[in-house]
């Protein structure tokens, strides 16, 4: 009774809420058998899809089992396979490492010997005559591949080509850099790879990446050099001509371009005192000129005067003799006081000027001491500015306080050989007046004895 109570209750419901109303009972049970008849096809559809579904359902989940399954022995076929693959590449890296031993040692040396040349190339004014021979060679050092034969003959071509052309005198044409900063297109002399000279100048090759190029030299070195240079350049093809070459590869030429003159050094290291110096060492200098020229001109004027018997007040022998001549008849002591007397005004004339040059070569070392003070005071300066980091902070004191040195013993060594000069000349005329004064006494006493 439920089960049937369960049956009819869709229908009921249906009925319910249909809009159809039966009048009579069988009109009722009609509509009661129509909404079971199409309550039933609607079950007996979803049962038959449910069914549909069902199956399917199933299926699929037999299509992936088996899906599943052909994977997984896919995946134990693969596994297996990447096994033997991992053992065969072992065994092939460990082949190729045994066969690549002596070639990778080979592609390391050519690496390191592709930049070593390359260095050597950039650095060489070959370079100028045959531009661009380089390029392989940086690519071949940065090479990451075993290179191949034509490669390593032209390896070795640029290296004999280098030794070759080291030996040779070539004449080519390049742009050479003035010192004013313009370019010219110039004919060249190179020497080997030491030497380039062009018009009777020095030339030389700069590396730097940015410019490579040929650039006159600033300062020139000695004029012999330069005559060479000339020479050279105009010389011919088979004429064999002297020439000097810097085996530095222009090392020596640049220190000639940077070092300082003498002038240049009293110039900007000398400083006040070194000019101060200079000043006192040519003031001595044209004093012990002056000097020299009076006692010399002194002397011969005494050595006439020795020839003559006649006093002449013009010197200061004559000066002398001339006090016997105006006093003949005076005693003897008188007359020796007399001389005495006349050869002390004479010598303070004679002497005049030594004493000042003595002070000259005295003060001039003390005023080179004075600047080695002032240049150690500026070095010391700079070391408590910037520390002991960078040397050429330190070198304008340094070489301040040397120069000032050498200054002043450069002016105190040639007064004082002057002087001692002088001091000796002005000793023997002094000498001679003396002699001469004992002469005259002696001849006085002789006579009256």
Known sequence: MSQLITRLLPVLLCLAVSPVSAQTLEELSQIVREAATSEAKVNQQREARFVRERDNQRQLLVDARRELADENARADRLRVEYDQNERALADQEITLSERMGNLGELFGVVRQSAGDVQAALDDSMVTAQ????????????????L????????LWSAMVTEIAESGKVVRFSAPVERTSGEKEQLEIVRLGVFNAVSEGIFLDWDTRKS???FIELPRQP?????????DLQGAGTEEIIPMSVDFTRGQILRAVVQSKTPIERVREDGGPVGYVILGLGLFGLLLCLWKAFSLYSTGGKIARQMKDQQANRNNPLGRVLSIYSDNPEVNLETLELKLDEAILRETAPIE??????????????LLGLLGTVVGMIATFQMITLFGTGDPRMMAGGISTALVTTVLGLTVAIPLTLFHSFLQGKAKALIQVLEEQAAGIIARIAEQRA
């Open 352 to 365: 005049t000027g030594l004493s000042f040059i003595k002070v000259l070569y005295v003060v001039a070392p």
């Open 211 to 213: 410019r490579e190029n």
């Open 147 to 154: 290179p191949t034969v034509p490669e390593l003959r032209q």
């Open 222 to 230: 000695a004029g012999r050099y330069v005559g060479m240079a000339q």
């Open 130 to 145: 045959l531009p661009g021979r380089t390029q392989f060679l940086s690519d071949l050092a940065q090479r990451r591949e």
